[in-house]
């Protein structure tokens, strides 16, 4: 197995160690022009139903390209980060069932799922080569799978779309017009090309004049999260590229991740990701994601997509780039610390039994929907029935070491980032700084 070698591998050169962990990830070169018209439309509210939310409320640098908060506040909410609350006076229809995932290195072509159950998909057997819920027609004109997975939160009544009736956007979207002519496509379409600086920009990279189409500006996007979001030059990368060697105690805990722990059978890779789905008896907090005629608030995880049983509370392995920054953490930010997610990994079924709810970051979790599955024997029976890993023992201080080696995964240039947050946008509306 990959992990048996590493502790060999760490004293005989970076050529043995990066072959160990395959071929290094891929980037596609960009268009600097693309990337820098996508990076307005990343922050640009202009694109939510009532011009309040862009991509990086929800998706923003400060917080790790995620939003600090265990289950994010869309549509309705005030305010940025931990500090978003819900608006009193425009209170969500929906509440947000999962927590929103970081964007580091889905620019990378080996990624090919796209959210916690991945219900967006590369799958050569559809046509337009993807797999969605939302139907073929919802592929055609996407230059690859990254930029489809835009159309969703813009789509959504609780993340940007708005509530219906509010705004035309939401209307449409509520009746299932989304890319039929004069649907929630061409509306929002409509709105960029109406902004001149935008129709000069979109001119220099589709052609004099060429339509704007909802698909333009979802390409554009992708190729600045491909550009901005990577994150491939950690501590980690440069040790096993022959560079300085890991500090000594995250030098032991890659040694557990690779070994003992066992944390690469999943966290494989360069990038820390086996791009599979698995069932680690993960707590289960917030509404939930269940069937609109169940009345519970479990969360079904991969079986949603696949209507297969054996996928039951299956998510998708998160890559662990940058993962120091990116909590709270698991598929409904369930735990708020990375030393607390570790150690649920080490025995997961005792974890989900002893579960302490006072560290979810979430302010308005105050429903008793949202605490039903953690007092609901059966239910949490199912769950760690259907849990995949082993108990392993360790102690104190090989967490801590463990700890230190996912630390040593974060890149600083990254984090910092390569463009930024631009201080105004072409619709003059306010951007998250």
Not at 256 to 275: I, K
Request: net charge negative; hydrophobic share 40%; aromatic share 8%.
């Amino acid at each position: 197995m990959k992990w048996m070698a590493v502790g060999a591998l760490l004293a005989t050169g970076a050529q043995a160690q990066a072959q160990d962990l395959g071929p290094r990830p891929v980037f596609p070169e960009m268009d600097p022009l693309r990337v820098q018209l996508g990076q307005l439309l990343f922050y640009d509210p202009i694109l939510s139903g009532n011009r309040n939310i862009s991509c990086g409320t929800c998706h923003h640098p400060r917080f790790g390209t995620s939003d600090g908060m265990s289950l994010s506040i869309g549509e309705g909410g005030i305010g940025l980060g931990p500090d978003r609350r819900i608006d009193p006076n425009n209170i969500p229809e929906d509440r947000l069932p999962r927590n929103a995932p970081a964007l580091w290195n889905l620019g990378a072509q080996e990624y090919t799922s796209f959210f916690h159950d991945g219900r967006l998909e590369i799958d050569p057997d559809r046509p337009g080569g993807i797999r969605t819920p939302l139907g073929a027609e919802m592929v055609v004109g996407f230059d690859s799978v990254l930029a489809a997975q835009a159309m969703f939160p813009v789509l959504a009544s609780d993340e940007m779309a708005g509530h219906y009736s509010e705004n035309e956007v939401s209307q449409a979207v509520r009746l299932g017009h989304l890319s039929i002519k004069d649907g929630a496509w061409d509306k929002i379409a409509a709105r960029v090309e109406a902004i001149p600086e935008y129709r000069t920009a979109f001119d220099a990279v589709l052609g004099e004049q060429e339509p704007i189409k909802f698909t333009d500006i979802a390409n554009v996007i992708a190729d600045f999260t491909r550009v901005e979001w990577r994150a491939d030059d950690s501590p980690f990368d440069r040790a096993m590229m022959g560079g300085n060697p890991l500090p000594d105690d995250a030098a032991r805990g890659q040694q557990l991740f690779y070994g003992e722990a066992g944390c690469s059978n999943c966290h494989s890779g360069w990038l820390q990701t086996d791009h599979s789905f698995h069932a680690i008896a993960m707590p289960q907090i917030g509404p939930g994601k269940s069937a609109p005629f169940e009345t519970h608030a479990r969360d079904d995880g991969r079986m949603r997509v696949t209507g297969d049983l054996a996928d039951q509370y299956k998510f998708l392995t998160p890559s662990l780039r940058n993962v120091s920054v990116t909590g709270p953490y698991g598929h409904n930010g369930a735990y708020a610390s990375l030393e607390a997610v570790v150690r649920h990994h080490l025995d997961p079924i005792v974890s989900l039994h002893a579960y302490d709810p006072t560290q979810v970051l979430f302010h308005q979790i105050d429903d008793a929907d949202d605490w039903r599955v953690v007092g609901d024997k059966d239910e949490l029976a199912r769950i760690a029935e259907a849990n995949e890993l082993q108990p392993i023992g360790l102690s104190d201080g090989a967490v801590t070491d463990l700890v230190a080696f996912l630390h040593s995964l974060t890149d600083a240039t990254a984090i910092k980032g390569r463009l930024g947050v631009p201080m105004k946008v072409p619709s003059g509306l306010p951007v998250d700084q």
